[in-house]
């Protein structure tokens, strides 16, 4: 089986070792690096994750026909919240949504980037950082303005802007309005469940900037409950705002 059958079986140690082999016999095969850096973050061994994750988005970044890729830098930032250097993951995000801004970043998602935005304000709400919180809220008004918005995940900016209802970003994630319906299409469904991780996340962050953090841990908890979609940062997330959380209970 190969590499990357295996990380999608979710089969990650014999997802690294199949690497492994191959770059033993190819040492720059930077399919390879990328799988192996998906599967090392996956089973939390993130200080390795990050240098692999550098190298694919230095190579990503390089390509002279499509000039102006963002590399893997949302990785690169949410691995660096994970591991505790906030500052740092903040700066990266930032740094990529004002390359967006600035035409120096060309290629995002469908909704013309506005997933980094999203990050960034996650980021910046947790950390109580005011000039970020802003920032990521003009990045998403900027992006709001855009016909692109209505593409994936633009949506859940919309919903944070208070254009939308969660029903409604529930049916933009899922076709479905009502929660358990919804849950079911991401059972059976992986870009139903890979969209449903994103929106349940976002709402659990738009609890935390009401003051509610025991609705935000619940949303955490549902977007980790999910079987890992493999791409989403916000599932990533999730599970370290959930793992977080138990280790507080049990240091008490």
């Not at 002279?64 to 591991?83: D, M, V």
């Amino acid at each position: 089986m190969s590499a990357l059958k295996l990380l999608e079986s979710h089969k990650y140690i014999e997802a690294i070792e199949e690497c492994q082999r191959c770059l033993s016999i190819k040492a720059d095969d930077i399919g390879a690096i990328a799988i192996m850096a998906s599967a090392l973050r996956a089973i939390e061994r993130y200080d390795e994750a990050i240098p692999l994750f550098e190298r694919v988005g230095q190579y990503e970044r390089s390509d002279k026909i499509a000039t102006g890729r963002p590399g893997r830098q949302s990785n690169i930032s949410c691995l660096h919240w994970i591991i505790g250097n906030r500052q740092e993951a903040i700066q990266i995000m930032r740094d990529l949504v004002e390359g967006i801004l600035n035409g120096f970043i060309k290629f995002g998602d469908a909704a013309g980037g506005v997933g980094p935005g999203l990050l960034l304000y996650y980021m910046a709400v947790t950390d109580n950082q005011p000039q970020d919180v802003e920032f990521a809220l003009d990045y998403m008004k900027n992006r709001a303005k855009r016909a692109f918005i209505q593409s994936w995940p633009g949506p859940v900016a919309r919903y944070y802007l208070q254009a939308i209802t969660f029903s409604d970003l529930l049916e933009a994630a899922s076709g479905q309005r009502e929660l358990p319906k919804a849950m079911e299409v991401a059972r059976v469904r992986l870009l139903g469940r890979r969209r449903l991780s994103i929106a349940l996340f976002h709402d659990g962050v738009r609890s935390r900037t009401q003051g509610d953090e025991e609705q935000c841990l619940a949303r955490m908890r549902e977007c980790y409950g999910l079987e890992n979609p493999l791409i989403e940062e916000e599932w990533y997330l999730a599970r370290y705002e959930v793992q977080t959380a138990d280790n507080q209970v049990r240091a008490r």
